[in-house]
């Protein structure tokens, strides 16, 4: 069975500083990997996938994730962080190919300070 | 385009009561699935189906139903609520590879 770890429910960022939002996985097949953010009383929207390709992976509002094949790791990350970044950050995976299910993580509340 | 459109947004139902969530999608996607959040469980996936006729119980189907006649349809049924049941609802499809396209979620209270 596929499943999603997300270590930290929740990470505190000064706003400037660089933020790291960590995912490990685990999936029999090839991972695809998925970012999202909800804010509060909102549905939840894509930032990033990692479907094949280079490594790093560049998204929406100036993120980025590494996919890590050898720690099964795809953590999400962002050079200086904005107040406005602040919410609930879910990675997301599913075996590659087909229409397969996608399993989330618990989620990550970002706060950054101003 | 609408996206993925759910309704009704609010209910509260009594122990026992039936009901059915809707969620409708105008992007002609084969796949849609149906997602429970709760507080420090994340989303947990309940059914999901790949296309009209073809549906599959995810982590936590217990308690729920669900039928796909059309490609744009996809709703969910509670028989018999229960406080259990207490939660927000979130239906999502996706094309392919392609990412989840989220509706803004039913938030429904059972007492």
């Known amino acids: 069975a596929q499943s999603v770890a997300q270590p930290e429910d929740q990470v505190n960022v000064a706003e400037g500083n660089p933020l790291t939002v960590k995912c490990t996985y685990s999936v029999s097949g090839n991972p695809y990997l998925f970012w999202y953010v909800q804010y509060p009383n909102r549905g939840l929207q894509f930032l990033l996938k990692y479907i094949t390709g280079d490594n790093l992976v560049k998204g929406s509002y100036g993120f980025e994730a590494e996919f890590n094949k050898s720690q099964t790791s795809f953590h999400l990350k962002k050079p200086s962080a904005l107040v406005s970044d602040s919410a609930l950050y879910f990675c997301?995976?599913?075996?590659?190919?087909?229409?397969?299910?996608?399993?989330f993580g618990t989620g990550t509340k970002l706060q950054v300070i101003p | 385009n609408a996206g993925v459109t759910q309704t009704p947004k609010f209910q509260v139902l009594k122990t026992g009561q039936s009901m059915t969530l809707q969620c409708a999608q105008d992007m002609n996607h084969e796949y849609m699935s149906w997602y429970r959040q709760d507080p420090g469980m994340g989303l947990r996936l309940i059914h999901y189906s790949v296309g009209a006729g073809i549906t599959d119980q995810g982590e936590v189907p217990n308690g729920y139903n669900v039928s796909r006649s059309t490609t744009e349809d996809f709703p969910l049924r509670l028989l018999s609520a229960a406080p259990s049941q207490t939660s927000v609802y979130f239906c999502?499809?996706?094309?392919?590879?392609?990412?989840?396209?989220f509706g803004n979620g039913t938030r429904l209270t059972v007492t």
């Open positions: 999502a499809s996706r094309e392919g590879s392609s990412s989840l396209h």
């Open positions: 997301a995976v599913r075996d590659g190919g087909g229409y397969q299910k996608v399993t």
